[in-house]
T-cell receptor, first 115, second 114 residues
Framework: AQTVTQSQPEMSVQEAETVTLSCTYD???????LFWYKQPPSRQMILVIR??????QNATENRFSVNFQKAAKSFSLKISDSQLGDAAMYFC????????????FGQGTRLTINP | KAGVTQTPRYLIKTRGQQVTLSCSPISGHRSVSWYQQTPGQGLQFLFE???????NKGNFPGRFSGRQFSNSRSEMNVSTLELGDSALYLC?????????????FGPGTRLTVT
């Protein structure tokens, strides 16, 4: 079974600074997808960024980028120019490329932005 | 396009009762997944439906069941409620059942069992 581990329960960063959230995963599969989701206090899960395992190039979405290290099974999220609206729980998630839409989530990292 | 909707948003039930939660996916989406979120266990996959068929089921007891209708709307049912069933139940829909199709989440149903 696949597992996802987020070793940082909480992180904080000054507004406008850069922060990196860590995520490692365990799988025996070679084809899969990785995601970072954001859950603000409203509880609405929002997709931040996704990475296909077969792509070597790291995904970027505006201020959000990932460092995907397939051999090390590592998938970190970098948030540049942090904004107050970035404050939320961030979840790393894994989904197999085979079959159903089952996401395996990490335990989450609570990110606080200090003004 | 309207997002994923879940009803009701909040629910209070007593131990032993049963409950039905509803999820309406984004128009055109055929895959609906359900997740349970608790402080202790985090986010756990319950099941996924695609074209009215359950394609995958998480490690939950048989008290948890679901179904999907021809219009892709989905319901999940929990029978004989236990205190530990108190959680936020999230529904997510996607256009198709495979590939990198993004899953869109609803706002959740907060279930409290007393």
């Amino acid at each position: 079974a696949q597992t996802v581990t987020q070793s940082q329960p909480e992180m904080s960063v000054q507004e406008a600074e850069t922060v990196t959230l860590s995520c490692t995963y365990d799988t025996s599969e070679s084809d899969y997808y990785l995601f970072w989701y954001k859950q603000p206090p409203s509880r609405q899960m929002i997709l931040v960024i996704r990475q296909e395992a077969y792509k070597q190039q790291n995904a970027t979405e505006n201020r959000f980028s990932v460092n995907f290290q397939k051999a090390a099974k590592s998938f970190s999220l970098k948030i540049s120019d942090s904004q107050l609206g970035d404050a939320a729980m961030y979840f790393c998630a894994y989904r197999s490329a085979q079959g159903a839409q089952k996401l395996v989530f990490g335990q989450g990292t609570r990110l606080t932005i200090n003004p | 396009k309207a997002g994923v909707t879940q009803t009701p948003r909040y629910l209070i039930k007593t131990r032993g009762q049963q409950v039905t939660l509803s999820c309406s996916p984004i128009s055109g989406h055929r895959s609906v997944s359900w997740y349970q979120q608790t402080p202790g266990q985090g986010l756990q996959f319950l099941f996924e439906y695609f074209s009215e068929t359950q394609r995958n089921k998480g490690n939950f007891p048989g008290r948890f069941s679901g179904r999907q209708f021809s219009n892709s709307r989905s319901e999940m049912n929990v029978s004989t409620l236990e205190l530990g069933d108190s959680a936020l139940y999230l529904c997510a829909s996607s256009l198709l059942g495979t590939g990198t199709y993004e899953q869109y989440f609803g706002p959740g149903t907060r279930l409290t069992v007393t």
